[in-house]
């Protein structure tokens, strides 16, 4: 009942794992052939790998299962042959941190002991190129470790940080259910340096649901968070990029929704990044 097809503005969700626990690369990991409780903490620390084009042959080792109504080929961890080399892709966290959690430690274990072993002979050869076709190149906000630092207002599950975290199937929406504030609403953003902006862009939801569009908007950037000056850009909100008429140089970025259209008291974005050259 509660999917995407029924309610489009849910978040995206999965459904668990699928791995072969004899599969020598988990042979010092103890699993069954599902999730339990050692994989809580490394399905926390990862991102799904969609391998909808990649080779059709390519059989994950850990297979994270899709929802439903999306029904992607995803992993977080796959192994490949390339060119003459092999390649063992984890796109769980099994680097950091590994004092205090002995689950990733144990994981980072098994699986460099595999890739050691005459064992670790990959089935499916791959291009590089089907390989670097996984990877987006990095946002500005990604590349400048933006964070969102305040947002007047946000539901649970919709923050204000899914405004910048490079999935345009997330968004930041403001509270629509306890404590509905009306327009103006704005979130601020700040990066780990000063540096000369040009612009920005601003993605709306994508779900197709037109609750919380941004009629209006105006935006600022500030060196300090605190003296934000006139606006870098104002107007209506459009699909294209926006681009300032000099560029301003700071560390803060603030983004203002002045006017919302249906008359409704939301405020919605998909994604913000910036244009730094």
Request: hydrophobic share 40%.
């Amino acid at each position: 009942f509660w999917n995407r097809i029924t309610f489009a503005s849910q978040p995206e969700h999965t459904l668990g794992i699928l791995c072969d626990p004899a599969h020598p690369a988990l042979a010092d990991f103890p699993t069954d052939f599902y999730s339990n409780w050692q994989w809580q903490d490394l399905l926390d620390h990862s991102k799904p790998v969609v391998l909808d084009e990649l080779e059709e042959a390519v059989t994950p080792i850990v297979r994270l299962i899709d929802d439903w109504t999306m029904c992607r080929k995803l992993a977080v961890l796959f192994e490949v042959q390339v060119g003459k080399g092999r390649l063992l892709l984890c796109s769980m966290d099994i680097h950091n941190d590994l004092d205090r959690r002995p689950v990733a430690r144990q994981l980072r274990y098994s699986l460099l002991r595999y890739m050691e072993s005459n064992a670790f002979r990959p089935a499916v050869s791959v291009s590089m190129e089907a390989i670097q076709g996984l990877f987006q190149k990095p946002s500005a906000m990604q590349s400048l470790q933006a964070k969102v630092v305040f947002a007047d207002s946000q539901e649970r599950g919709y923050e204000g940080s899914k405004a910048i975290d490079g999935d345009p199937a997330t968004m930041w929406h403001t509270a629509w259910t306890v404590d509905k504030k009306p327009y103006p609403h704005e979130i601020r953003i700040e990066l780990a340096q000063d540096i000369e902006i040009y612009g920005f862009s601003c993605l709306l939801r994508q779900d197709g649901n037109r609750n919380g569009r941004v009629a209006e908007y105006a935006c600022y950037v500030s060196p300090d968070g605190k003296n934000w000056g006139p606006p870098a850009a104002e107007g209506i909100l459009k699909e294209e990029p926006v681009r300032f008429g000099k560029p301003v140089k700071g560390r803060f970025f603030r983004f203002v929704a002045l006017k919302g259209y249906n008359n409704d008291p939301f405020a919605s974005v998909a994604e913000l990044d910036l244009i730094i050259e």
